[in-house]
């Protein structure tokens, strides 16, 4: 999808980011301010959408939000993973370069407040570092899910943001270093499952911004959506 001939990337635009510690189920921690620098425009157009379901009742009302994928690429994302304590696991990524970035626009199209959960959705397995299938670094990649998310809203449990009726949020899910293809695998096995095109950039920022680690979901291990074939 274009945005036109006029709108212009602004490259390497430094993102003032707001760090809090919030574990599942754990006291937050706030730390100090970081910059992740990312491409920035005014509009962003959306790489790719689909809808998810929370549900007040326990599924009997299926309250629909509205996702919208703005942004993939690889990033370096050091300084965050320094503040959130994690970095001396991820220091066993570095050798594979940058870290995998994407990034979303959420909206609440129902009629309840909804906290849509990030932390389960994955890329393809497909895109993992040469050796990582079996050793140390597997559980990493065999299945490949977020390790932080960063919001402009305080995240919840399973890497979750709050979203109000009609209203927005954006959503920055980090994950390890994978061989980025040129379009993405990514998704929610069972739920829906997107083609992304590499690329995208993420809108100016309105106000703080918040991190947390993420934990994967239990009993997740060994399932991952397949990459489509070349």
Known sequence: ?????????????????????????????????????LPQSST????????VFTSPDGGIYKNADHLEVILVQRHNVDAVA?????????????????????AMRLRDDGKVSSDPRLGDLQMASDYAPTGTATGPLRHF??????????????????CSIHLDPGHSGLAILIYPPVNLPSTLVWGRL?????????????PPPSGALRAVACVPPAGAIGTAPAAAPT
Not at 7 to 36: E, F, K, M, Q
Not at 44 to 51: E, I, V
Not at 82 to 102: E, H, I, K, N, Y
């Open 1 to 37: 999808m274009s945005d036109g001939p006029r709108r212009r990337h602004r490259p390497a635009i430094a993102l003032l980011v707001t760090c809090a510690v919030v574990g599942c189920g754990s006291n937050g921690v706030t730390l100090n301010d970081v910059t992740l620098g």
């Open 44 to 51: 962003p157009p959306a790489l790719a959408t689909a809808t």
């Open 141 to 158: 990649y065999h299945p490949t899910y977020p390790l932080a998310l960063v919001a402009d809203s305080a995240p919840g449990d399973d």
């Open 190 to 202: 069972g739920d829906f499952i997107l083609s992304v095109p590499t690329g995208g950039a993420l």
């Open 82 to 102: 320094a503040l959130l304590g994690d970095a001396p696991a991820w220091s066993q990524l570095r050798g594979f370069g940058d870290f995998t970035l994407v």
